[in-house]
């Protein structure tokens, strides 16, 4: 059985070979704490995030969390996935909104929301409300995932559904996400659903492509 605190600790001290050790014992264990590793793996996420704040971390090593995190989810998307993945992989869009160049958070709950079968266009960062509309109207996609870490990114995330609403696509879905984001936040914007973790993403993502 593999020490959580341990992998927590791993991912915080930025230590690939004990990281992908314990995730690959857990998938020679069968998988069935893969979302129990992903929660360690986040919680070592957040260990890198204060250390960063304390000076002790710089930039660099706040991207290379990125790629070890998205590193762990490769590892784990096996086991990771919820349910079946039958049928055509529905298309969705995901972007970081306008004003907003945080981008480590959005490309793990995409890296989540691939390995569950989902066909993610990723709009990339800073993304005005315009492209969203846009891309939902031509490719005609029904749900939308809004990545914001900055408090503004609030104010981008109301206006980006507003655009929606403005242009008649009612029928899409929004579920908003990142640091700032809670259940008043989603009254505030009018988004249809919120999420910190990329699992609870990716299990309301798989209701609403079932709608
Ligand atoms: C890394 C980082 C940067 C990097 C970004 C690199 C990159 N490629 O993303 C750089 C150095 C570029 C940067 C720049 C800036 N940053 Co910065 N940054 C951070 C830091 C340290 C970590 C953010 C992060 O990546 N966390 C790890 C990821 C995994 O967490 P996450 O994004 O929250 O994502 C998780 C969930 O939220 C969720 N999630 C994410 N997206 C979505 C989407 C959906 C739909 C769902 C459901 C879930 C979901 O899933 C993820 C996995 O669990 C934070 C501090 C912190 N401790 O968070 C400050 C922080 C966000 N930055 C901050 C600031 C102020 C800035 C700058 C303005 C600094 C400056 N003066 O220039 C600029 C902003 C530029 C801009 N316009 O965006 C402030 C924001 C303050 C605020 N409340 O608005 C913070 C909080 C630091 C602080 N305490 O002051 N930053």
């Known amino acids: 059985m593999v020490d959580f605190e341990k992998l927590a600790e791993a991912m915080g001290d930025l230590d690939e070979d ?3 050790e314990g995730l690959n014992q857990v ?8 979302a129990k590793a992903m929660e360690a793996c986040q919680k ?4 890198v995030g204060s250390r960063f704040e304390e000076g002790e971390y710089f930039v660099g090593d706040l991207i290379y969390a990125g790629e070890l995190m998205t590193q ?12 079946g993945n039958n049928g055509p992989a529905t298309k969705m869009v995901l972007c970081t909104v306008k004003d907003d160049l945080h981008d480590i958070g959005k490309n793990i709950v995409r890296s989540m929301l691939e390995a569950n079968g989902f066909d993610v266009i990723d709009l990339g960062i800073d993304c005005p409300k315009e492209k969203v509309v846009e891309t939902c109207k031509a490719e005609n996609i029904k749900i939308v995932a809004l990545s914001g870490v900055l408090t503004l990114a609030i104010d ?3 206006d980006t559904i507003d655009a929606l609403k403005a242009a008649g696509l009612n029928d899409v879905k929004v579920i908003i996400g990142g640091a700032p984001v809670s259940e ?9 659903e919120w ?17």
């Open 27 to 34: 998938m020679a264990e069968g998988g069935a704490d893969a």
């Open 156 to 158: 981008s995330m109301k």
């Open 184 to 192: 008043s936040a989603k009254e505030v914007t009018g988004a249809d």
């Open 72 to 83: 762990a989810v490769d590892i784990l998307k096996d086991a990771l996935v919820s349910g």
């Open 44 to 47: 070592g996420m957040d260990l």
């Open 18 to 20: 004990a990281m992908v």
């Open 195 to 211: 999420a910190y973790s990329p699992q609870k993403t990716v299990q309301v993502c798989k209701e609403w492509a079932a709608l």
